[in-house]
């Protein structure tokens, strides 16, 4: 008599695995070179449309933490990243899942500032800044602002937004990645109008 009972909730615990092992293969993204992004790379963001700024990089604003912003001189190719997906088991970047970018090699005086991480509003614009102010830590509620995602444009490129899906109690804002010019200077933070990007591998030194 128990076994039907026992059968149905193998079912049912089994369903939620098959779907945890489809989203293990999503698809990844692709450096210039047609090479998938693998963890812990280094990599130059790059902007797809040429003649306005270079690459991405930190940016010392007169205090801690940096700032990240887009380099002025369409020669500078910035500051490489890594990227850690949520789950470190995968072999490369996946498209359209939580990640950690951190900057490579950054050696600061902002003590352990190297990750990326959403800004809160500023008072006046409501404009909200990435900052270089965070540590490699677990997902959770408490670090929800330092999970990014590289997404697809229509046109076939990729942007970057910010859009966690790691937090299970707190419903983040969702938004895209764009450049917010300030008295001279490109910094990154949530824009309606997405940086087009391509990603370039550091060539080993
Ligand atoms: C950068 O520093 C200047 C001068 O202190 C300040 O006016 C400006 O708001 C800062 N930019 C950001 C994005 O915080």
């Excluded at 149905?8 to 293969?25: D, E, Q």
């Excluded at 990227?83 to 970047?93: G, H, K, L, S, W």
């Excluded at 990326?116 to 102010?133: E, H, K, M, N």
């Amino acid at each position: 008599m128990k076994l039907p009972i026992l059968t149905i909730s193998l079912i049912v615990t089994f369903i939620p695995f098959s779907l945890l092992s489809n989203t293990a293969t999503s698809t990844p993204v692709y450096d210039i070179d047609g090479e998938p992004l693998t963890p812990g790379s280094g990599y130059y963001i790059l902007p797809l449309i040429r003649g306005n700024g270079g690459g991405v990089k930190n940016y010392w604003n007169g205090s801690c933490p940096y700032f990240v912003a887009q380099a002025n001189s369409e020669v500078d190719r910035g500051r490489p990243v890594q990227f850690y997906p949520v789950n470190p088991d995968e072999e490369t970047i996946p498209l359209s899942t939580d990640l950690n970018i951190e900057f490579y090699d950054l050696i600061t005086v902002c003590i352990q500032q190297y990750v990326w991480q959403l800004g809160d509003p500023v008072a006046d614009s409501g404009l909200r800044y990435i900052t270089a102010g965070g540590v490699l830590e677990n997902p959770g509620d408490e670090t929800v602002n330092r999970w990014f995602k590289i997404e697809t444009h229509p046109d076939g490129d990729y942007k970057l937004v910010y859009c966690p899906t790691v937090c299970e109690t707190s419903r983040p804002v969702c938004g895209d990645i764009g450049v917010l010019s300030q008295g001279g200077t490109r910094f990154l933070g949530l824009s309606d109008k997405p940086f087009r990007v391509f990603f370039a591998r550091k060539l080993d030194d």
